[in-house]
């Protein structure tokens, strides 16, 4: 976190830099089924957040050594464009987006009944196209349409939110400079019905005060985000499927 | 953590440790929210600019610190510079290989280097010899050496007492030597759950039939600098809330007890 | 708009009522929950959540189409649209072979009917040939939809394949693995298989057999040898 304490975060009148009240979220888009040989795919646009996933899978694990005969491993692999940053980000994983990878299969794996599929693997890539702050948390949201509409079984959708400090005030779904210069940042996903939290990472500095209102700040923001989940996903199968004359 | 044919408990010995655990009791003797009594040694390797050996139970950690003059990053110019690497050595356990380093070890020295960051155990604005041009580079080296369980916390500990001791070497750039100027000092409590019990400072066989883990840092003001929910599992915000708790107590009694704070 | 059955959601509860739930869900303290994205099906006792796609999982006593891969002394590997590969032993086929020489009787790219004989709980399988309607598949085309979607193709007591089949007079076998073999005057073919495609996109709607007969009534003058 930045220390730039030129930058007010917080105007005189309460709302945000970019105008959102403390507990206001970005606009947020879904869809699924955007990409062809994937098994499962999505695209989500958060913010200024442009993220596509493809599922493929669950297939055979491969090299073989890896296989688990109980059941699936789940392969979330996050990957930034080279162009989705202000200054060119060096193409491949670097130590950043390993961590998140493994944060995000963790998160996954444990909503897919992986029991059901011993020995496959299932790959789920998340390309980062542009980048707004949050970004794990919408490849995550977005990622678990994919899986879903990949028929792969889960538990329950995984949606999340990030919250954090700036300012001095707790703010949900931090922007860009926020992110940047506030004073702290908390991701959280959960299974969207039941809640249980299947990521959760935070630095900066809050209390444990905070922290709880920011955690109910993103459990009530999770209930809006997993409607626009429900519709994504709903609307491809209800919209219209009829091109051919009654 | 590692699971495999070498990592692997036996049914039995899982089940006891799960029966065990809903008494209460611990293979260990301890309680579910006691942390392993730590060990340190400071200035383990005097060639270092500070350094520590920690013994967390049986695992064992070593970290060395090296201070080295280099550019600062270009955003950050009235800044020093602080990089935290672990090595998770293949002598620690029968899983653990040479070679590039896994997600495991990544995502270990991110979280002990947020907490450091974070807590802002040191000013990296302190570090500035030549604004945008010259600065101390703070090199975190862990070597991992045996591994039974709660290698954050164990790596955190290290990392926290080395720089303690650490000495920033003026006299190379034609300065004074001087001490590493450490203003918080940072503690990371990691928990398990294992059935619906969470389990502070896991050792291996813990670890390896728990699901969810959680690592709180705070510093001595008891404010929270740092969350890390791994592994596949998830927590109810009720323990996450109370993982909190927990880890301010303990934080508070570590600080204390082993670091004289 | 038509009108769709009730789109379902992994974690979505299933109407409580006389129903059981047989398949798509599992069991929670507070009920029964989906496990699929998918239609929920109502049956006279039963109801199941089926997905709108997915991979085919191989179960014993299912007739499938598979693609030979690999060649192996005495067992032939096939990819069954699957997440795993199924074996065929030399003993199981009608035809002679010797060790070795397995590809003289079939070889690598050529597709069988098959019966899927016996899966363990790691999910290897393997199927057989020796019975009544299994063979090699010479000739023809092969198209594939989600393992999910065959049970819409066939229809009830397989009126929806035998109302394509008629209509087009081409032979099709639809394996319950989603691979679908046809076969017939080209111009046919592709009628049959436009039929088959609108039956996999709408297979989640009611009146769903009216509108493949409309359309294939619609399709008639394309269809050649129709001597009506």
């Known amino acids: 976190m930045g220390t ?46 442009k993220i596509m996933v493809a599922v493929y899978g669950p297939r055979e694990a491969y090299p073989k050594h890896n296989q688990d005969i109980n059941k699936a491993f789940v392969r979330a692999r996050y990957n930034m464009a080279a162009f989705s940053v202000d200054e060119r980000k060096r193409p491949g994983p670097d130590r950043r987006s390993q961590e998140i990878s493994k944060v995000l299969s963790e998160a996954l794996e444990s909503a897919i009944m992986t029991e059901l599929f011993p020995r496959t693997q299932i790959d789920v890539f998340i390309e980062v196209l542009q980048a707004d702050a949050g970004t794990r948390i919408a490849g995550l949201t977005a990622s678990s349409i994919a899986v879903a509409a990949a028929g792969i079984p889960m538990r329950d959708l995984v949606v999340g939110c990030t919250a954090g400090k700036a300012g001095g005030k ?19 996903a959960v299974l969207a019905r039941s809640k249980k939290i299947v990521l959760m990472q935070m630095d900066g500095d809050m209390t444990l005060e905070e922290i709880d209102q920011a955690h109910s700040m993103i459990f009530s923001a999770t209930d809006r985000i997993y409607q626009i989940q429900r519709e994504a996903l709903e609307s491809k199968y209800t919209v219209d499927a009829s091109q051919w004359g009654e | 953590m590692p699971r495999d044919e070498v990592g ?28 392993r009594e730590p060990i340190i040694q400071t200035n383990y390797v005097p060639r270092a600019a500070g350094s520590a050996m920690v013994s967390l139970g049986k695992t064992r950690v070593l970290a060395g610190i ?24 293949p002598m620690a356990f029968p899983t653990f290989e040479a070679g590039p380093p896994s997600e495991i070890s990544i995502e270990l020295a991110r979280v002990v280097d947020r907490g450091i960051r974070e807590g802002k155990t040191m000013d990296l604005q302190k570090l500035v010899v030549e604004p945008g041009k010259k600065v101390w580079i703070v090199f975190i080296d862990i070597d991992v050496l ?25 006299s190379t750039a034609e300065l ?70 927990t880890s301010q107590r303990l934080g508070k009694e570590i600080r204390e007890k082993y670091l004289k704070v | 708009m038509r009108k769709a059955r009730k789109i379902m959601l992994p974690g979505d509860p299933l109407p409580e009522g006389s129903l059981k739930p047989r398949s798509g869900y599992y ?99 393997w199927i057989t040939l020796k019975d009544a309607g299994l063979r090699k598949l010479e000739g023809g085309e092969i198209v594939s ?84």
Request: charged fraction near 25%.
């Open chain 1, 170 to 188: 707790v703010v949900l779904d931090l922007s860009k400079d926020e992110d940047n210069f506030g004073e702290a940042d908390l991701p959280i």
């Open chain 2, 66 to 89: 090296k201070i080295e003059l280099g550019e600062p990053f270009p955003d950050t110019p009235n800044q020093g510079v602080l990089t935290t690497n672990v090595e998770m050595l």
């Open chain 1, 4 to 49: 730039a304490s030129d930058i007010k975060l917080i105007g005189d009148d309460g709302l945000r830099l970019d105008g959102r009240g403390l507990d206001e979220l970005r606009p947020i888009k879904m869809e699924i089924n955007v990409l062809n040989r994937a098994d499962g795919s999505s695209y989500i646009e958060w913010g200024g957040n």
């Open chain 3, 27 to 125: 069991k929670t303290e507070e009920g029964y929950r989906s496990s699929y994205f998918g239609v929920l099906q109502e049956g006279e006792e039963t109801m199941d959540v089926v997905p709108f796609s997915g991979p085919y999982i191989p179960r014993r006593g299912d007739k499938i189409i598979g693609k030979v891969i690999e060649i192996e002394p005495s067992m032939w590997v096939l990819d069954i649209n699957s997440p795993y590969t199924t074996l065929l032993h030399v003993n199981d086929v009608p035809w002679r072979a010797s060790s070795g020489d397995l590809k003289r009787v079939l070889n690598v790219g050529e597709y069988v009917y098959a019966k899927v004989m016996s899966v363990n709980e790691i999910k290897e399988s």
């Open chain 2, 146 to 170: 045996d591994y039974d369980g709660n290698l954050i916390d164990a790596c955190t500990l290290a990392a926290v007492s080395a720089l303690r001791t650490s000495v920033v070497p003026g």
């Open chain 2, 8 to 35: 692997i408990l036996s049914e039995i010995k899982k089940n006891y440790i799960i029966r065990k655990l809903e008494e209460g009791k611990r293979g260990d003797g301890r309680s579910v929210d006691s942390f």
């Open chain 2, 176 to 245: 004074k030597d001087f001490a590493l100027p450490v203003d918080n000092i940072p503690v990371s409590v990691t928990m398990v759950k294992i059935g619906d019990k969470m389990v502070v400072d896991p050792n291996l066989e813990e670890e390896q039939i728990s699901s969810g883990r959680i690592t709180v840092t705070t510093t001595q003001d008891g404010h929270v600098r740092a969350m890390q929910k791994g592994n596949i599992g998830y927590f109810t915000w009720d323990e996450i809330s109370s993982a909190i708790t």
């Open chain 3, 145 to 228: 939809v989600p393992a999910s979607k065959v049970p819409r193709i066939i229809g009830r007591e397989g009126s929806m394949v035998k109302m394509v089949r008629d209509s087009t007079f081409t032979k099709i076998i639809v394996g319950l693995n989603g691979l679908i073999w046809l076969d017939g005057i080209p111009e046919n073919v592709i009628v049959a298989m436009e039929a088959l495609r609108i039956i996999e996109e709408e297979a989640h709607l009611e009146g769903l057999t009216d509108r493949i007969s409309k359309y294939l009534e619609s399709r008639k003058g394309d269809i050649v040898g129709n001597s009506q």
